[in-house]
């Protein structure tokens, strides 16, 4: 819920090293599934993490990470049915 969201927004912007996403509060906006180049890693977090749950820890080639998916909505493309998520 909301008290989830604000937690990980606080402890993103006091312990994150991540330049680009800290002062966000670890948001990385909207993704589309296996549209995300830096890791393939991260890709399938963003789709196999329960909504509203932080993630367990999760190495990368960049380093460890948390995730929390808030939401997932589905689009249509050319190719068929993808699905977009905001996630932090």
Do not use: Y
């Not at 990385?28 to 367990?56: E, H, I, M, Y």
């Not at 990470?65 to 249509?76: A, F, K, S």
Request: with cysteine; charged share 25%; hydrophobic share 40%.
């Amino acid at each position: 819920g909301e008290f989830v969201v604000t937690a990980f927004d606080r402890a993103a912007r006091e312990h994150s090293l991540d330049p680009d996403t800290r002062g966000e509060g670890g948001l990385l906006g909207t993704r589309v599934r296996q549209g995300w180049v830096r890791s393939n890693v991260l890709d399938r977090a963003c789709f196999v993490s329960p909504l509203g749950k932080v993630s367990q820890p999760i190495e990368s080639e960049f380093g460890w990470h948390l995730v929390l998916v808030e939401e997932r909505i589905g689009c249509r493309f050319d190719n068929g049915m993808t699905r977009v998520v905001p996630v932090q």
